[in-house]
């Protein structure tokens, strides 16, 4: 392989951020963060993650209503008649 031509492949410390959730893992990446934490007693690069297997609905088996006003109902209450435009 050629120097200097390829991503920095290393260990890289992924963390679920969902509140509730205490979720950590080590793989491998070549992504760039600015931030470290510890694990294990080792110093790695951290990725927060928004969502993973640990906090996801489809791998929990828990149903979360992220909305419960149904979404047409809310356009409506929002733009009102404004939004009804005309029959053809």
Known sequence: MKEGIHPNYREVLFRDMTPGVDFQFVSR???NTKETAEFNGKEYPLVKLDTSSASHNFYTGETRIMDAEGRVDKFR???G???GGKAA
Do not use: D, H, V
């Open 77 to 79: 209450k929002k733009f």
């Open 29 to 31: 990446s070549t992504i």
């Open 81 to 83: 008649a404004r939004a």
